[in-house]
Structure formats: C-alpha cells, structure tokens
C-alpha cells in the first residue's frame, strides 16, 4: 500500500462514509459534489482498492472500506488534536471558545452575556444554540453542555455543573381563569404542547399524561415559540424555571417538577482543557450556573 496520501485525502473519505450519499458529503464539505466524486476516485486509484459500492441512492463501505475506517478515524482525531495544539500556542489567551447548549440553557447564559463577557475576556466566545449533539473530538464547538446522558468513554473531560428545573406557566389572566380547580383534572384548560414524544420521561409526554383532561390546541417544538405563546395566553406549558419566574407577564401555575429535573454536565475534551482560553470561559460558565443554582431550581425567596 502506498504511503504518500495525505489527511485531505481520508477528509474525503470520511465525509462519504459519514454521509453515505455524495451530494450530501459535498453539502457538508462545502465542496460540488463532482469534486466529491473526484477525490474519491483519486483515494481509490492510489490505494488500488474500491473502498465504496455504489447505488442508485446511496453508497456502501465494502469491505476495503471497513478496513480502512478505524485508521481514517485515528488520522482525524490525531489532526483535531493538533489543530487544537496550534491554536492553544498561537494565541493562549484569545482564541474563539465555541460553546454548545440545549436551548432551555442557552438562554440562561443569554440573560448574563455582559457579564461572561467580563468574565471570559480577552476570549471570545461563540455560543451555538441546538439540540444537536456536537462533536468535540471534531471541533464542532470546544465546550458542551448536556443534560442527563453523558458518553461513558472517549477522550472527553465531563463534570456535572449543576440542575436545571421547569414548571408550568401561562399569562397571569389564563391563570386567573383556570382558578379554583386542579389543572390535571380541568376540563376546560387548554395546554402548549410540544411535538409528540413516545419517551416516557419526556417533557412532551409528561405534559400530554397531566393534560389529558384538557385540550392541546397548540403544539410547538421550540422554547421561545412556547414561551410566546405562553405570554400570550394561548395556554399552559412546560418552560426552565429561569425563564418563566423572570418574566412579569408569565405566572407559575404548578411547581417543579421532579421528574423532569435535569442534571447538567460541562464537556471538553482532554487536549483542549488546558488552554487558557477554553479554561477561562469553562470556569467563567460553571461559575455562573453555580452561582444561580437557587433560580435555575426554581427556588423563590419568601
């Protein structure tokens, strides 16, 4: 086998083996999808071995393919780690932190940016938003935040920071409005609603087995679109305890709820950890999460 191709070469690879079609690697590379096709067959000539089968809708590793993924992999991570490196050495101290969070703790950062921005300077940080599971070992972001399930291996750095509650609000005249009678049991209470899920420890699930005597008039996948609607009086629904009880025109209308407490778990990986940059803006979150367990909880002060 010949020795001279080069990571960009096995970029390629993975790109296709992840994506398993084409037009969908070259989507992710930001690249045609001929130059995909391109590279491919360059990668197969100079290992003089088929490493996809081609179909109508899709390719398949063959078994060249399977072989070669394990190295590809390590080839990865050993460029993340490297990358990583040089930019730990080249500017220590400020770089651009990339942090990823759920949107329920988005927010809650959201609410005290001035003052990480104090905290992290002279670091720059870019706080990515999403439910997606971003991968750290790519450098898709620097720092995560996870809720509950955390991986058990690799070579992440994980420590739980903190909890997270949520309660149910509403505006303070639908509240008004559904007095007098428990909510569970009230025929006449309409709930915000999220898009179904099966899952039995679910917010979704858990709202729909409360609300089953009332009506689901509106169903709405994202936080802020809740929270609106919520503000708006449409109904009931699940919202953090941050955001609810810092609102003047939500009311709480039923405490936390247990169940649906969250753990919350800071990631980073093991050769990112020491540089100062991502050190700084990972003490700086913790600090603040620690420091506002008691809202974050839904504690409030009599």
């Not at 191709?5 to 690249?31: K, M, N, P």
């Not at 971003?134 to 690799?154: C, S, T, Y």
């Not at 649906?260 to 778990?265: A, K, P, V, W």
């Amino acid at each position: 086998m010949p020795h001279d191709f080069a990571w960009d070469d096995i970029r390629y690879f993975l790109a296709v083996s992840r994506a398993e079609t084409l037009t969908e690697a070259a989507r992710r590379l930001r690249v045609s999808q001929p130059t995909v096709g391109r590279r491919l067959k360059a990668l197969e000539e100079k290992l003089g071995a088929t490493l996809f089968e081609r179909h109508t809708d899709r390719v398949v590793l063959t078994e060249a393919g399977r072989a070669l993924l394990p190295f590809a992999e390590d080839m990865e991570r050993q460029s993340h780690d490297l990358s990583r490196a040089l930019e730990g050495i080249a500017e220590p101290d400020q770089r651009l932190v990339r942090v990823t969070a759920i949107g329920s703790l988005a927010l809650f950062f959201a609410r005290s940016f001035a003052e990480l921005e104090a905290r992290c300077a002279p670091s720059a940080v870019e706080f990515i938003s999403t439910g997606e599971r971003l991968n750290l070992a790519r450098q898709e972001a620097d720092i995560a935040f996870r809720m509950n399930a955390v991986p058990a291996r690799g070579d992440l750095v994980c420590r739980k920071v903190g909890r997270l509650a949520f309660a149910l609000y509403t505006s303070p005249a639908y509240a008004r409005e559904v007095a007098g009678e428990p909510l569970e049991e009230n025929r006449r209470a309409r709930f915000i609603g999220f898009r179904q899920n099966p899952r039995k420890k679910s917010q979704s699930g858990w709202l729909f087995r409360f609300g089953q005597h009332g009506t689901f008039p509106l169903r709405v996948s994202e936080l802020h679109l809740r929270h609106e609607a919520a503000r708006q009086g449409l109904g009931i629904t699940i919202l953090p305890c941050h955001l609810g009880d810092a609102a003047d025109d939500l009311a709480r209308v039923h405490p936390p709820i247990a169940e649906l407490e969250e753990e919350i778990y800071l990631l980073m990986h093991e050769t990112a950890r020491n540089q100062p940059a991502v050190r700084r803006v990972a003490d700086a979150l913790t600090e603040l999460i620690q420091d506002r367990q008691d809202r974050l909880l839904g504690h409030r002060q009599t």
